[in-house]
């Protein structure tokens, strides 16, 4: 008869062991974050723009969907001049996107002054365009 006092009391105890495992009512996990990426380029918009559909295809590739896991911001200077660029760089860094994906190297100098702390990644730069030489980045190790 002193098996149902010992049994009651194990039972008593290890009740809350089960209610631990279950999860506890609070708010909603946060959904993950977006990525912003400002798209810089010369040339006319994305349907025309064999730059800006392989980028957005190399990202899908790479399970980057837009509406879905990142969000771009594109600016196309059709006449390619430099104030437009500048224009266009200091508006991507308004808007505080995560990166700027710049595509030539006069679009690359427009971002430059335009802030020095977003990331920045330079797409088809000329030829004659030296990085480091130009001040576009601080070494080819650590661009």
Sequence with gaps: MRRRPLLVAAAALL?????????????????AKVTRIGFLSSGDRPGDNPESLAFIEGLRDRGYVVGQNIAIECRYSGEASD???????AELVRLEVDVIFAVSSTATRAVRPATSTLPVVALALDLETDPVASGLARSLARP
């Design 83 to 89: 104030e437009q660029f500048r224009r266009f760089a």
């Design 15 to 31: 009740a809350p062991c089960g209610a631990w495992a279950q999860p506890r009512p609070g708010p909603t996990p946060a959904p």
